[in-house]
Nanobody, 115 residues
């Protein structure tokens, strides 16, 4: 069974950090595009960061570049998103996905940035 399970979300103050994890089962992460997408309250899904399966290079949406880092541990078949200097506008449910649109995604983990 193909499955993506996210964890690591929580409540953090502005300027704080969180590290999200996504454990994949039933398939090998490195053979697919790896993405993080998010959905803020009342808004649609938006792409946050990704690793291309073709060259392994990371890419980021402009608003998170320099603050977020996407990485992968192939031995653990796990994808990560290190989020630093979090802002209130980063509040959302975060999903890992095998496509940038988030069609094939996990159940998500809530990130709330608030003072």
């Amino acid at each position: 069974e193909v499955q993506l399970v996210e964890s690591g979300g929580g409540l953090v103050q502005p300027g704080g950090s969180l590290r999200l994890s996504c454990v994949a089962s039933g398939f090998t992460l490195e053979k697919y595009d790896n993405n993080w997408v998010r959905q803020a309250p009342g808004k649609g899904l938006e792409w946050v960061a990704g690793i291309s399966w073709t060259d392994g290079r990371p890419s980021y949406r402009v608003s998170v570049k320099g603050r977020f880092t996407i990485s992968r541990d192939n031995a653990k078949n796990t994808l990560y998103l290190q989020m630093n200097n979090l802002k209130t506008e980063d509040t959302a449910v975060y999903y890992c996905a095998t496509d940038p649109a988030g069609v094939n995604r996990g159940q998500g983990t809530q990130v709330t940035v608030s003072s």
